[in-house]
């Protein structure tokens, strides 16, 4: 079945730090990937997506890359601020249409 | 505009109990999912409603039923409660029911089973 692994936390890093959160994933056909974000207290909070291979999905300075050939969707930015700190989850969605998850990778930066 | 709603935000049963917990989605959208997510752990998808019929469900045992209104909004309910059913149970609603669709969630229900 579909599946996603993603790297273990928590992951500790100093402000204006290079983040990558390792995303991988198991399924037939075309998924489409996701990154999602949960600060906290709060909500999960989509963060990007991408829909087919090569595409790329951005926003707030974070950006994820749908490598097919490597089954990979990384999660990466290039200067982390203390305002990042969450959690962050790698979902995909595939041919049965349920969105499946990873475990979820905390990130904590420090000032 | 408001986001997605639920309520309540803290419930206490005990073993045996039956509980619902309600959602109300965002303005605009047309399709619920309820996902049950354990301390430290990823969601896992408990149904999806469009039309006020369940669409999709993964899985969870019958004990879990939902129920979608006209007005979108909908209930989880969870029967013979079990001390395993403790989790933060999340709402997300989207448009037109498609998974691809970006789905919004709102702030959770935490279910203590005592």
């Known amino acids: 079945g579909n599946s996603v692994t993603q790297m273990e936390g928590p992951v500790t890093l100093s402000e204006e730090a290079f983040l990558t959160i390792n995303c991988t994933y198991t399924?037939?056909?075309?998924?489409?990937l996701f990154w999602y974000v949960q600060y906290p207290g709060e909500g999960l909070q989509l963060l990007l997506k991408a829909t087919k291979a090569d595409d790329k999905g951005s926003n707030k300075g974070f950006e994820a890359t749908y490598r097919k050939e490597t089954t990979s969707f990384h999660l990466e930015k290039g200067s982390v601020q203390v305002s990042d700190s969450a959690v962050y989850f790698c979902?995909?969605?595939?041919?049965?249409?349920?969105?499946?998850w990873g475990l979820g990778t905390s990130l904590a930066v420090n000032p | 505009d408001a986001g997605v709603t639920q309520s309540p935000t803290h419930l206490i049963k005990t073993r045996g109990q039956q509980v619902t917990l309600r959602c109300s989605p965002k303005?605009?959208?047309?399709?619920v999912s309820w996902y049950q997510q354990a301390l430290g752990q990823g969601p896992q998808f408990i149904f999806q409603y469009y039309e006020e019929e369940e669409r999709q469900r993964g899985n969870f045992p019958d004990r879990f039923s939902g129920h979608q209104f006209p007005n979108y909004s909908s209930e989880l309910n969870v029967n013979a409660l079990l001390l395993g059913d403790s989790a933060l149970y999340l709402c997300?609603?989207?448009?037109?029911?498609?998974?691809?669709?970006?789905?919004?969630f709102g702030p959770g229900t935490r279910l203590t089973v005592l």
């Open positions: 997300a609603s989207s448009l037109d029911g498609g998974m691809t669709d970006t789905q919004y």
């Open positions: 979902a995909l969605v595939g041919n049965n249409r349920k969105l499946i």
């Open positions: 399924a037939t056909g075309y998924p489409s």
């Open positions: 303005s605009g959208h047309d399709t």
